[in-house]
């Protein structure tokens, strides 16, 4: 599960394919023109269902130990799922990530621990304390896109079969997208999908109390210099803010839900998935695509 609109300056030939173009349908009488194309938004009633406070001992060589500055050892998290579907008309379809590198559009990042590109300006995961403001950042530093998970029937979008399940490697061909009326869910025992609770990343420690988790898909965001934008979109409301993926509509980008820091969580944990038994923590960059 934050970018702009507007298209952008460049779009590079080799990239067509991969670009989730928007469609203009004609104005009529009835109406004005009206915008169709992908819409990402957050499930906001997953992460609410899917979510626990455990204390786990985080070796240094996990690579969002090493990505997030978090020191080796035992820490407080609170870890939870992201899923963000897409509920347009139309796929985003980014295709290959070698292909984007070597256009050098801003799309993928090389990360040196996973030795794999990354996804940049995919989804940004806060804590916020409503009584404050203060805010704190998560460390998840990229995203492969893939279609993991289809849509529930209530979304009124016809079934489909998945299109996008590769997330490909150095060298080796990926296909990445979302495809209309499926998702991409990044589970709770991933690697990054929790904030520390007691300062283990060089962030205050998070005191005991009531916390709204904020993830927004598709983040708006202000390239920094040299940053290329290429492949990204200017945003039609905000002058100087950009999104990484073109969509239909920016403003439903964002799932929040509240959740109860305890005193005490115990050996099994605290939350609507304590006591949750996986097989392995922290080791693997995306959920695999279900078969």
């Known amino acids: 599960m934050n970018e702009s609109k507007g298209r952008a ?24 023109v009206k915008l169709t194309g992908p819409d990402l938004i957050v499930r906001a009633d997953v992460l609410s ?7 786990e ?8 130990v090493q990505e ?5 050892g035992v820490h407080r998290l609170i870890r939870f799922t992201v899923m963000t579907p897409n509920v347009g008309d139309t796929d985003i379809a980014l295709g290959d990530p070698n292909a984007h590198v070597a256009a050098n559009d801003g799309l993928y990042e090389f990360a040196t621990c996973h030795r794999h590109y990354h996804f940049r300006h995919y989804a940004k995961y806060e804590l916020v304390d409503p009584a404050t403001g203060y805010i704190w950042r998560a460390a998840k530093r ?3 896109m893939l279609d993991t998970d289809p849509n529930p029937a209530y979304f009124g979008q016809p079934p489909r079969n998945p299109q996008f399940r590769s997330c490909g490697a150095i060298g080796i061909p990926g296909n990445q997208g979302i495809s209309s009326g499926w998702a991409d869910t990044y589970r709770f025992f991933l690697g990054g999908q929790y904030f520390v609770l007691d300062g283990g990343d060089g962030q205050p420690p998070v005191p005991p109390g009531n916390y709204v988790i904020r993830i927004t898909v598709n983040p708006g965001f202000e390239p920094a210099p040299g940053e290329s934008t290429a492949f990204a979109s200017l945003d039609p409301n905000h002058p100087g803010v950009y999104h990484q993926l073109l969509e239909s ?17 115990g050996k099994s944990g605290s939350g ?15 959920d695999p695509p279900r078969k």
């Open 68 to 72: 997030g500055d978090v020191t080796a």
């Open 49 to 55: 269902r899917q979510w626990l406070v455990r204390d």
């Open 57 to 64: 001992n985080l070796s240094a060589t996990t690579c969002s």
């Open 249 to 265: 509509n920016y403003e439903n980008n964002v799932g929040e839900f509240a959740v109860t820091i305890p005193d005490h969580v």
């Open 142 to 144: 990229g995203f492969c």
């Open 9 to 32: 300056p460049s779009r590079r030939g080799l990239l067509v394919a991969a670009v989730a173009t928007l469609v203009i349908a004609p104005a009529t009488a009835a109406g004005p």
């Open 272 to 286: 609507p998935l304590a006591g949750s038994q996986i097989n392995s923590i922290d080791d693997d960059e995306h």
